[in-house]
């Protein structure tokens, strides 16, 4: 079993950076490749961004050139980093496990987190 907390969610203004992260208790967290999705109310969720575990990185539409994933193996932690927020980037972020490293399904999420709120103001 696999416990996954975010954190680092806030309210910031447009144009601004945040970086959440994401740590992962129980399991082996270097065995799983890890995801970020958002999702606002009566929206699906959406795909942010998600490795494989071997280096390559994978990013939605709305994230590239913006948001970088990152990971700790050592604290178990992964980490987003987003710049240049914009308004459309208020949602809420859940960070996820899975086995298909770089998927944006979300149904091939094994493990979520209980997400973490960024606001982003205009």
């Known amino acids: 079993q696999v416990q996954l907390v975010e954190s680092g969610g806030r309210l910031v203004q447009t144009g601004g950076s945040l970086r959440l992260s994401c740590a992962a208790s129980g399991g082996t967290f270097s065995t799983y490749a890890m995801g970020w999705f958002r999702q606002t109310p009566g929206k699906e969720r959406e795909f942010v961004a998600a490795?494989?575990?071997?280096?390559?990185?994978f990013y939605g539409h709305s994230a590239r050139g913006r948001f970088t994933i990152s990971r700790d193996n050592a604290e178990k932690k992964v980490y987003l980093q987003m710049n240049s927020l914009e308004p459309e980037d208020t949602a809420l972020y859940y960070c996820?496990?899975?086995?298909?490293?770089?998927?944006?399904?979300?149904?091939?999420?094994?493990?979520w987190g209980q997400g973490t709120q960024v606001t982003v103001s205009s």
């Open positions: 490795d494989n575990r071997y280096g390559t990185n």
């Open positions: 996820a496990t899975t086995q298909k490293g770089g998927s944006s399904d979300p149904n091939d999420y094994d493990y």
